[in-house]
C-alpha cells in the first residue's frame, strides 16, 4: 500500500507485467512503422516512463519530440483541456505516434488529435499504455493499447495524482 497525500493506494500492475506488455507494443510498432521514420510524440508529462521504454524497444528509426496539454485537477477530468508546450518540429508529411499514458474521458486525445491533424502528417497513430472504456465518452481510435482498466484512478510509472506519484516504478489503484 502506499499513501500520497491523502489518499492510499494499492498494487495494481507490476513493472515486470509493465515491461513484458510494452515490449509487445515496441515490436507491433516496429512492424507497423517500418517504412520509414516516425515521430514519437510523448504527451507530457505523464507519459515520459512509458515514451522512454517503448522508445528502447522500437527498432526502428524514431524521431521524438513532446507536447503538454492537462485537462485534470486532482481525480477528476475537468472537462477542458488546455495546450501547455506545443509541436516544435515540423511533422508535414511524417508518420506520427501520439504516445499517451492514459486515455480516460477521451477529451484530451480528441483534442491532441485536432492540434496534430492541423500539421498535416501522412499518418497519424494512438499509443496509450492504458484505456478506461467505461469513462469514454468521444469517439476515437487508439491503435496500440497497454492494458484496459477498469474506471478507477491509477498512479505510478509516470501517473501523478496531484503530482505526485509518478516515480513508482509500478501501476498502483485507489483503494
Ligand atoms: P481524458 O482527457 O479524460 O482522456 O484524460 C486524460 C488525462 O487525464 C491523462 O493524460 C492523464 O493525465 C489524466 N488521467 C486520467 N485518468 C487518470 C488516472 O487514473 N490517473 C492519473 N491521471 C489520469
Redesign the pocket.
Same mark, same amino acid.
Given at each position: 500500500m502506499v499513501l500520497i497525500k491523502d489518499k492510499e493506494f494499492v498494487p495494481y500492475i507490476s513493472a515486470h507485467v509493465l515491461k513484458k506488455r510494452i515490449e509487445e507494443l515496441a515490436s507491433e510498432i516496429s512492424n507497423d512503422f517500418s517504412e520509414g521514420p516516425a515521430v514519437l510524440i510523448g504527451?507530457l508529462n505523464?507519459a515520459f516512463m512509458f515514451l522512454s521504454d517503448l522508445t528502447k524497444n522500437i527498432k526502428v528509426p524514431v524521431e521524438v519530440t513532446f507536447i503538454k496539454v492537462a485537462? !485534470?485537477m486532482g481525480t477528476k477530468?475537468s472537462g477542458e =483541456?488546455k495546450s501547455l508546450i506545443g509541436l516544435d518540429l515540423d511533422i508535414e508529411g511524417k508518420s506520427v505516434i501520439i504516445v499517451?499514458?492514459?486515455?480516460?474521458?477521451?477529451?484530451?486525445?480528441k483534442f491532441l488529435l485536432e492540434l496534430v491533424k492541423e500539421r498535416k502528417p501522412k499518418k497519424i497513430a494512438v499509443a496509450s499504455l492504458l484505456l478506461?472504456p467505461d469513462?469514454l465518452v468521444h469517439d476515437i481510435n487508439i491503435d496500440y493499447v497497454g492494458f484496459e482498466i477498469p474506471n478507477r484512478?491509477? =498512479?505510478g510509472y509516470g501517473?501523478? !495524482?496531484d503530482g505526485l506519484g509518478r516515480n513508482l516504478p509500478a501501476l498502483y489503484q485507489l483503494k
Open positions: 504527451v505523464g485537462s !485534470y477530468s =483541456v499517451e499514458d492514459i486515455v480516460d474521458t477521451g477529451l484530451s486525445m478506461k469513462a484512478f491509477v =498512479v501517473l501523478d !495524482y
